[in-house]
């Protein structure tokens, strides 16, 4: 059993940064492949970052390649996604997720643990 909180959004304007985060409770999260998603209004789930467990691999959606960097601190038990050059395209309420092991997912249905997301609103 893993618990997330995610934190960091807010207002920002295009061509901002944002740094949001992810405090994961529970012994095993060094040992989680975690993602990031997101849910605009009217949309569905989608895949914006993932990361393995040992911080070794990464990928990320088309939409955010260049701009957005995840990373993890194991020790502090967090994930993170820094953005930067916002557009407004990215606004949404952003996701923290987790299977709860090493299989490699990055489909919203696969995930198995998910926080209660943060607002990201990037206004043009």
């Known amino acids: 059993q893993v618990q997330l909180v995610e934190s960091g959004g807010g207002l920002v304007q295009a061509g901002g940064s944002l740094r949001l985060s992810c405090a994961a409770s529970g012994r095993r999260f060094s040992t989680y492949n975690m993602a990031w998603f997101r849910q605009a209004p009217g949309m569905e789930r989608e895949f914006v970052a993932a990361i393995t467990w040992d911080g070794v691999r990464t990928t990320y959606a088309d939409s955010v390649k260049g701009r957005f960097t995840i990373s993890r601190d194991n020790a502090k038990s967090t994930v993170n996604l820094q953005m930067n050059s916002l557009e407004s395209e990215d606004t949404a309420v952003y996701y923290c997720?987790?299977?709860?092991?090493?299989?490699?997912?990055?489909?919203?249905?696969?995930?198995?643990?998910w926080g209660k997301g943060t607002l990201v609103t990037v206004s043009s």
């Open positions: 997720a987790t299977r709860g092991g090493t299989v490699w997912e990055v489909m919203p249905k696969r995930m198995t643990y």
